[in-house]
T-cell receptor, first 112, second 115 residues
């Protein structure tokens, strides 16, 4: 059974702080990892993807991947109230082309 | 370059009815994937179409079926609707099997309510 686990939250952080979102996955053969942001009532929006161990930075976002520990994280620096949303971690099936397994998401609340 | 478009935006159906959802893929993309997202859950993979053939299916019953057309647009059909089919249905397109994994971008989704 391929699984992706996330804490449901809510994760509450003050404006300007760093938000840290975590995800673990069960399929050791997975090679591609994605973070989506989803506002209430909207479809998921891709914000980061990472394929290699280590860190990948894009603006205020940093994705971190540790394949040995089967762990992916997303850091959001200088959090803004507009970052308040549900963050979905997704992992590509090992050997599957663009077939993603999603976690249930972590709800982030950034308060002024 | 237009992205993925889905129609309709919202739909209300009665239990037992049938529904068809539509998806137009991004230009140049020959692979379409469908996902179901129930309230409070992450999206779940329904199936994928590549060059008009089903290319992988998730844990969904046969009453969920699909089509892909020569222009790579796609339909998702659900027969004998059940209350639990109420969800946001998401479509995403991608360049195809020959390309390396490219991140999926979803359309705006179709919100289906079954009463």
């Amino acid at each position: 059974q391929k699984e992706v686990e996330q804490n449901s939250g809510p994760l509450s952080v003050p404006e300007g702080a760093i938000a840290s979102l975590n995800c673990t996955y069960s399929d050791r053969g997975s090679q591609s990892f994605f973070w989506y942001r989803q506002y209430s009532g909207k479809s998921p929006e891709l914000i980061m993807f990472i394929y290699s161990n280590g860190d990948k930075e894009d603006g205020r976002f940093t994705a971190q991947l540790n394949k040995a520990s089967q762990y992916v994280s997303l850091l959001i620096r200088d959090s803004q109230p507009s970052d308040s949303a549900t963050y979905l971690c997704a992992v590509n099936w090992a050997g599957g082309y663009n077939k993603l397994i999603f976690g249930a998401g972590t709800r982030l609340a950034v308060h002024p | 370059e237009t992205g993925v478009t889905q129609s309709p935006t919202h739909l209300i159906k009665t239990r037992g009815q049938q529904v068809t959802l539509r998806c137009s893929s991004q230009s140049g993309h020959n692979t379409v994937s469908w996902y179901q997202q129930a309230l409070g859950q992450g999206p779940q993979f329904i199936f994928q179409y590549y060059r008009e053939e089903e290319n992988g299916r998730g844990n969904f019953p046969p009453r969920f079926s699909g089509l892909q057309f020569p222009n790579y647009s796609s339909e998702l059909n659900v027969n004998a609707l059940e209350l639990d089919d109420s969800a946001l249905y998401l479509c995403a397109s991608s360049p195809g099997q020959g390309a390396s994994n490219s991140p999926l971008h979803f359309g705006n989704g179709t919100r289906l309510t079954v009463t």
